[in-house]
Nanobody, 125 residues
Framework: QVQLVESGGGLVQAGGSLRLSCAAS????????MGWFRQAPGKEREFVAA????????YYADSVKGRFTIFRDNAKNTVYLQMNSLKPEDTAVYYC??????????????????WGQGTQVTVSS
């Protein structure tokens, strides 16, 4: 199996930046699709970004496109989420996840098989 551990969350002011990391261990494969999701208090878990090595493509929610960037370092078995121009509405627990079955829709949380524990991101106004 694959195990995921997120890190890099914290408290920042609006307009600031954070870089989240998702370290993978176990049966890692660069061909696995990876995604980032977030969940704010009282809201459903929502898609943020995803990366597919086999498709050589990245995907972003409209709310973060142009501000967030997903990328990976295969040598370190780590996927990153660079978050710039942060807004208070970005406040949430952020989760990384791995798709082991080459799902078609990477914006759907049900496409992912294993999840990290989450890391808190808080953006103050």
């Amino acid at each position: 199996q694959v195990q995921l551990v997120e890190s890099g969350g914290g408290l920042v002011q609006a307009g600031g930046s954070l870089r989240l990391s998702c370290a993978a261990s176990g049966r890692t494969r660069s061909t696995y699709n990876m995604g980032w999701f977030r969940q704010a208090p009282g809201k459903e878990r929502e898609f943020v970004a995803a990366i597919s090595w086999t498709r050589r493509s990245t995907y972003y929610a409209d709310s973060v496109k142009g501000r967030f960037t997903i990328f990976r370092d295969n040598a370190k078995n780590t996927v990153y989420l660079q978050m710039n121009s942060l807004k208070p509405e970005d406040t949430a627990v952020y989760y990384c996840a791995v798709d082991l079955t080459s799902s078609v829709d990477l914006t759907n949380s049900r496409s992912y098989d294993t999840w990290g524990q989450g890391t808190q991101v808080t953006v103050s106004s």
